[in-house]
């Protein structure tokens, strides 16, 4: 099969000018307010390639985020600038040797990226001291704006740019990070198309997977087809994550897939697929996840925990809008959950003193979902002094903020059920009274179920950028080879007339 | 389609044992040797996973070489020891926290890692120093062979073990490099089964994509086709190294496909492909070019420099023996191919003289080819006080060894037309004379050819295992439609009647 997507659009770096130009402002707002004075410059580090331990292998570079937000290079090994003053940009190429060329491709001149990267002007990296010292008409050493910040995901602190020369300037290093991370924050219509396409062509592939899925395969297979689809078909030579192809048992584990966890299991007739996985498109991601019967037919346990876990997708994009806060929201998906595992049997008692109990953690112990962008995990999700909370369950919230428009954030609650939460909580007297033991003992092996979609926060409400089945019948007929998106029989066709 | 070699093969963990005991015994004989006493602990640092920046992106881990060849253990975050005394072999695996359990996996007993990678023993990494220290029964403080030396391909040096309570351990930082790297130079029975394999779908991944090349198509969907038929059917999740899937004047570029080159061309008819992929299993690989017209039918100039690359390519591989100097086969190659151009027209003169002017450096600039294994360019090449040459072209040799039985190592000639070299060359009293420029002007834009197996050597010749169409015709049929390999009309069938 193709795609209908062929050939991948072309992108325009007025995205990147548009972010450029964003930072610029709010930076400017930020100093005006403060009543500090408007120069100095903006300078952010790319990455470089890294070769693996001592060895000449290089893996494939993907640009650091933040200098992918600002400037859109590829190439590793560049710095950029913002003038304060004057709003100019200055990228700062690499000087190749000669015999680049022949090894690794023509050398472009600073024109080309002047151009192609749409810059005020280019210069080489080895000038970046006397090129900024010449830009900069005021008193005393020129001021940097330097990143450096915490990343509330991974707890690092990213580094600032350092070059050969710095010591001629003063740094500031802590006005740039959270003004740019907050810029990230809200997506410009041109970063929402890219973020649209990156969902386009991984639900296409998410399909493709579910047509191709059969007993008897290994789960690395999804993951190939799914590479396959997504690049052959759609230009998107990264992932925004290592894939996470887990069937059976392995669907309770949320981070499978990695090197320990390589996705290798054989699928077996009556087990459930949880696959979350996810193109990049010019460093805009996507992050999808989708849960099916491999045999394409749902069990009655499977379409209980499945709907409970939909119902609960659902619930929260109808309730999405600006100003609604996301711990609120984490909490409606558990409490939709818990409703459901109750008419299930699974638990037993009142929902509200589950959820006092905090049980909904038990079976969903990641948060609801994150901010999506240039990375699959995109920061911001605790600037401005928020706090993280310390119960289960909400402690893994990635962010705690009131929804705003023009985010992007992830949908994807989950029920699983996990040996390593249920037994303690089996063994707890707050929480073994809501449990019934012989249903769950049922459930051992099931894994368990994710959906996540991709959400819009628009002015009024949200937009699901997803288009992957999620009604049970929508999945049995894909998996069975029915068309998707569902062909509508139209009543109005050529010339008008009734036909 | 699928693939005959489906399922891939099941790894046995023997291969590290071996490799453990041809190291065991190569140090105690140098030990031996040097009379100095047969104790202390060969120790060795596994990899870590590595995060993107500062975010919590984790690339998808891949042992460090050293490690994976003594070790063969596909998880971060171990360590290996071996006791040179009794030689026991002792794992070291991390400590994981509870929660692992729920976000990454089951957390294996250290049982489970002893029996699976067949080693002695396992225990934590927080207890290194004193398991050493139990397990050392001589006086003194316990010697430690760290494994420190320059890799020169990368010209990177390999990082010794570090760990809490090293101070207590006397430290050796030169006898185990050489000694550990002339192991892996002499590949075993096992290895050369697992290199056999990378081989064999790799050869079949590159079949796959000639028959799938259309005009029109881009360049990185050649790379997409490849590394879904070595997954899908392979179970490679790795390649060797970045695929190169280079046409018409990219194919000059000899590392064509990294970030700042990716594979992004729009395939154009009477176009050469120059396809430079190899898959890895179970950290052993394979590196393997095809180079094959667009548009499947071979231009006579197309079929020029493609045939003098085929010769040179066959030349060497009739040569190759153990005692052969590997210099002389580059220098074979080059002569070949002077030969060939001269023939062409391209060249004009007389070929001993272009030989001692280097102009085959000129066409060929890149070494003939290197030592493969579970590195793309395997370590070894210049152990025991080889140095390398000044000349162009074999400046870039990347082993100026003698042959060996057991060695696997890559035969890949080239000719391209690369500008950054023939206009200097054109330019050149020494090298002018021998180029017919106005052929050469006719050869602008076309690129080159590379035409690259993996072979090994054997007791009295070689063998090599790649299986790629290599004839003009073989090639032309492959992507006309015909089987490959080739099938033979039979002329003894059935009951064994004359039919
Ligand atoms: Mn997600
Ligand atoms: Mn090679």
């Not at 008692?349 to 589950?354: A, C, F, I, Q």
């Not at 999945?475 to 998707?484: L, N």
């Amino acid at each position: 099969m193709g795609s209908s997507l062929w050939p991948p659009p072309e992108v325009t770096m007025e995205v990147h000018v548009k972010n450029r130009d964003k930072l610029l402002s709010s930076l400017r707002q930020h100093l005006s307010e403060s009543s500090r004075p408007l120069h100095g410059f903006v300078l952010l580090q790319g990455g470089q390639e890294q070769t693996r331990h001592d060895t000449d292998h290089i893996e494939l570079f993907r640009q650091e985020s933040y200098f992918a937000y600002l400037f859109g290079v590829k190439e590793p090994g560049f710095y950029g600038a913002i003038d304060v003053g004057t709003g100019n940009s200055i990228l700062f190429a690499p000087r190749l040797p000669a015999e680049y060329a022949v090894w690794l491709g023509e050398i472009q001149p600073l024109s080309y990226f002047k151009e192609h990267y749409k810059v005020s002007s280019t210069c080489y990296t080895d000038e970046i001291a006397s090129v900024l010292q010449q830009h900069y008409h005021c008193s005393g050493k020129p001021l940097l704006y330097l990143l450096h910040g915490l990343n509330t995901d991974s707890n690092n602190f990213s580094k600032p740019a350092e070059f050969q020369g710095i010591d001629k300037f003063d740094k500031d290093l802590t006005t740039l990070h959270p003004i740019l991370t907050e810029c990230r924050v809200i997506k410009s219509d041109l970063e929402i198309a890219l973020i649209q396409y990156a969902n386009d062509i991984s639900s296409e592939a998410h399909i493709e997977v579910m047509r191709k899925t059969r007993v008897g395969m290994k789960e690395y297979q999804l993951e190939s087809i799914f590479l396959h689809h997504t690049y052959m078909y759609g230009g998107c030579r990264h992932c925004s994550y290592t894939c996470i192809c887990a069937t059976g048992d392995n669907s309770a584990v949320l981070h499978y897939g990695h090197a320990a966890a390589p996705n290798d299991k054989t699928l077996e007739d009556g087990d459930m697929a949880l696959l979350d996985m996810g193109a990049e498109y010019h460093f805009y991601g996507s992050d999808i996840t989708c849960s099916f019967p491999i045999n394409g037919k749902f069990t009655s346990d499977q379409s209980l925990i499945y709907s409970a876990v939909l119902d609960a997708h659902n619930a929260v994009i109808s309730a999405m809008k600006p100003g609604v806060n996301w711990v609120d929201m984490h909490i409606l998906a558990e409490k939709v959950i818990l409703e459901s595992l109750k008419r299930g049997d699974i638990t037993l008692g009142n929902v509200d003193d589950m959820m006092t109990a905090r049980l909904g953690a038990v079976f969903m112990p990641h948060g609801l979902g994150h901010l999506l962008g240039i990375d699959t995990h995109d920061p911001g999700g605790y600037l401005k002094g928020l706090e993280r909370r310390k119960e289960p369950g909400l402690k893994s919230l990635r962010t705690v903020r009131d929804l705003q428009e023009g985010m992007v954030i992830t949908v994807e609650p989950g029920c699983y059920f996990i040996d390593a939460l249920l037994l303690p909580a089996l063994n707890s007297p707050e929480t073994s009274k809501f449990l019934n033991r012989e249903v769950i003992d049922r459930f051992k092996g099931f894994g368990g179920v994710r959906i996540e979609s991709d959400v819009l926060v628009t002015a009024v409400g949200c937009y699901n950028m997803t288009k992957c089945p999620r009604e049970i019948q929508e999945i049995e007929a894909v998996m069975a080879g029915a068309p998707w998106p569902p062909q509508k029989i139209s009543t109005h066709v050529g010339n008008g007339l009734q036909s």
